[in-house]
């Protein structure tokens, strides 16, 4: 990925910082798969989430992706294994989505993207 050395020195550059403000733990995107009860292929379906979430694929997963592996027994590999530990924010999806017209609000408030 950063084979080219003005892109390497760029990389090492910058200091990474994960929020943990108040202990609560920083925010994290997060990849899923789901079956739905209408699926023609529902046994193929399984399988490939099976596989999905087993620590071959994770690897592979989290190197093509320059990512966190979601199964905790695969750790982190190359440069996300230098960023070091997360703490990730436990809010759930459904509090961020009750709360997601007040923070348009207040980025418009304070004219964040300006």
Excluded: C
């Excluded at 530990?85 to 964040?112: F, G, H, T």
């Amino acid at each position: 990925m950063l084979n080219d050395e003005n892109q390497r020195e760029a990389a090492e550059s910058v200091r990474l910082v994960f929020p943990n403000a108040a202990g609560r733990g920083t925010h994290i995107n997060i990849s899923g798969i789901a079956l739905t009860k209408s699926a023609p292929n529902r046994d193929n379906a399984i399988r490939l989430m099976e596989f999905l979430s087993e620590p071959k694929a994770q690897q592979i997963y989290a190197e093509a992706n320059t990512e966190y592996p979601a199964n905790p027994d695969v750790k982190p590999s190359g440069m996300v294994a230098e960023w070091g530990e997360i703490n990730p924010d436990d809010l759930s999806l459904q509090e961020i989505a009750e709360n997601r017209s007040a923070a348009v609000k207040m980025v418009d408030r304070v004219d964040y993207d300006n």
